[in-house]
Each structure stands twice: as structure tokens, then as C-alpha cells.
């Protein structure tokens, strides 16, 4: 296994600061592996949406993969807090998501094999996303795109040390409770389907991440963050990412409900 180390990160656990209080990064939050020297990741960051059935893949005639994008600075490493800010956004829910990192440019894929072989190894997210925001825009940007609503971890897996791409277990878990349980066997769109989609529409480059959507949850509330929970995605042979859920704390000190 190749291990993802995130560079330092002015954050810490419990509640956090608003700007200004203490230091402010100096670069934008990043993820750097041995497989990939001196690429930060993620590049692009692109999120893949309605890609699980409750009862097993389902393609309807002409469906092709729903994407949005999702900006690289809501990344958050593995045991970094997710920070929910109330005044921002109300209803929080986490979305445990296999993720793929691009390892060489592909463009234009003209077959599964061609898109894999583009394909540096896979880790862990949780597409954290603000139901509310996406309400309100009517599409999914700003609502999956605040800072920290993109942890990923904690160690990018290559793609010979798994059998098989569509048989892995995808559980998440809110304070031990489970709330999504499934397999990539259910998804619409195989991981090597979705490369290759990607590839026809923009120059994919190593680094760039592709989140490949979250497993069907009939009652959405189970999938709600709170601060003081600690949320946990597990991918069968790929790893377990886990992050406390902190509250953003205005400058006045008063966290605000």
C-alpha cells in the first residue's frame, strides 16, 4: 500500500476558529502519495451523482453519468475535522464514496482497459454535502464545495492489490451506528465506465480525483452530521477514513446554532 500523508493544516478538533484568529494556511489543502512524487492531490476534483440502486445496477435507455464538480479546496485528510458552520448551512450529510486518483494524462479512452491502466489507485471519501445549498443553487457545487466537505484517505491502494473493482463493501458509520451499507457491485456506472466517460469530455491529469458516487439511502436524515459526531467510511481492501465533525466558531467566540 502507498501511504497518503496531508500536509499541515491550520485546523484542529473541537470547534474552530473563524479566520482571523489564528494563522491562515498558506497554500491550499493538499494530499501527496510515493506514487505520485511531487503531484498534489487532488487536481481536479469531480463528483459523480444518482450512480447506486437500491437493488442493484439500473441503466435506462440513454442515461449517461451525472457529473458535478467539487472544488479541491474542501479537501480534509483523515482525522481532520469536518467543519460544519451553521450560519452557512443547515442540513449536513456525509456520502460514503470510493475514489478514484487519476496517475498519467488520459484523454479520450476508447476502452475499459485503457482506462484503468490511467488509473494510479483508489482510497476512501466522504462527499460531505449541504442539502440545503444544493437546494437553494438548484445544482451541487457550493453546497459539496466547503472547506473541509471532501475528506480523503487515509492511503491510495493500487489497482493489483484488489481482485476486483466491482465486489468491494462500502460501509459508513456515525458514531458506530451503520447508516449505508452496500457494494460497488451496485453501481450504474463501473469505475472504468466512469474514467472513460471523464476522459471524452475534459483531459483527465495525475492527481485528479473522481469521486464515484454514494450508496442509495432510503431515509436521508440517518446520513445527518452533527457537531460532536465522528464519522467513518470503510471500503473493503482499501481503508477506513474516519473525522470528528467540529463547529466553526465566529470571532466573537459564541458558536451560534
Known amino acids: 500500500m502507498v501511504t497518503a500523508s496531508g500536509v499541515p493544516n491550520t485546523r484542529n ?38 450512480n ?21 479546496g474542501s479537501l480534509a485528510g483523515d482525522g481532520q475535522p469536518i467543519v460544519l458552520d451553521p450560519a452557512l448551512a443547515g442540513t449536513v450529510v456525509c456520502e460514503g464514496e470510493l475514489a478514484v486518483v487519476v496517475g498519467s494524462v488520459l484523454k479520450d479512452a476508447g476502452s475499459p482497459e485503457v482506462a484503468l491502466k490511467a488509473v494510479a489507485g483508489v482510497t476512501v471519501a466522504n462527499d460531505v454535502s449541504a442539502r440545503d445549498l444544493q437546494a437553494a443553487d438548484i445544482q451541487s457545487t457550493r453546497g459539496k464545495s466547503l472547506d473541509t466537505f471532501c475528506p480523503l484517505g487515509p492511503e491510495l491502494v493500487t489497482l493489483d492489490e484488489l481482485r476486483d473493482l466491482q465486489s468491494l463493501s462500502i460501509v459508513t458509520r456515525i458514531n458506530d451506528a451503520v447508516v449505508q451499507d452496500s457494494t460497488t457491485a451496485s453501481m450504474v456506472f463501473s469505475v472504468a465506465e466512469l474514467v472513460m466517460f471523464c476522459s471524452r469530455f475534459m483531459t483527465l491529469y495525475p492527481g485528479d480525483v473522481i469521486l464515484t458516487g454514494t450508496p442509495f439511502a432510503p431515509d436521508e436524515s440517518a446520513l445527518e452530521l452533527h457537531p460532536g459526531d465522528t ?11 474516519t473525522n470528528p465533525v467540529a463547529v466553526r466558531v465566529p470571532a466573537d467566540g459564541m458558536a451560534r446554532a
Open 231 to 241: 464519522v467513518s467510511v470503510e471500503v473493503g481492501g482499501v481503508g477506513l477514513l
Open 52 to 72: 447506486y440502486w437500491p437493488d442493484g445496477p439500473r441503466r435506462p435507455a440513454g442515461r449517461i453519468p451525472l457529473v458535478f464538480g467539487k472544488f479541491p
Open 13 to 50: 478538533s473541537g470547534d474552530v476558529p473563524c479566520p482571523g484568529t489564528q494563522a491562515a494556511a498558506v497554500v491550499r489543502p493538499y494530499l501527496e502519495c510515493d506514487a505520485l512524487p511531487e503531484v498534489r492531490i487532488p487536481g481536479q476534483l469531480i463528483g459523480i451523482g444518482e
